[in-house]
């Protein structure tokens, strides 16, 4: 019995630190998550009421953006097929996956197979982003959207990359 009556206290005790940990581990996850959570929620709603609050009949497609994303695609394409050229002129060599194409033109790509494979990848991309572009859907509209800024992106890469190697020497 006397063991019980030492133990109940020491129990008691345990558990109201418990509780109270357990009390603030609670409190801090819910203010840092909370934080997060609330912006979720927030976001998925707005979205949700854009969505609701846009007509049936809304015109989905902007031609004016989609011919400047397409013009843009193709000026840095071009501006990178024209700087990879004269690099390979100059004696470099095509690189690999992260900074280069090797993997699609050789090493040594001459301008024809630069402007034949360069050209194909660039109209898949710009139909595939034209046929997302019409999609009634909000965020399909916006891949289409990043799919194209995507690819001048790579390219505005390329061009700055042959800049700065051909610069160096």
Partial sequence: MTSQAWLEPDLVGLRKA??????EVISQALKSWGCLLLLVVSLGLSAQSQQLTEPPNSPSFNKKLFI??????TTMNVLDGITTAQSIHKGYLEGNFPA?????LGRRPSV???AVTMGLIETGISIASYRLQH???KWVRLVGHGLMIQAAYGHTD???RNI????SQ
């Fill in 164 to 167: 700065r190697l051909m610069q």
């Fill in 135 to 137: 999609s009634k859907t």
């Fill in 112 to 114: 024809a197979r630069y």
């Fill in 100 to 104: 280069g194409s090797s993997y699609l």
């Fill in 18 to 23: 418990v509780w109270c940990a357990s009390r």
């Fill in 68 to 73: 400047v994303e397409l013009s843009t695609y």
């Fill in 158 to 160: 390329g061009v700055i």
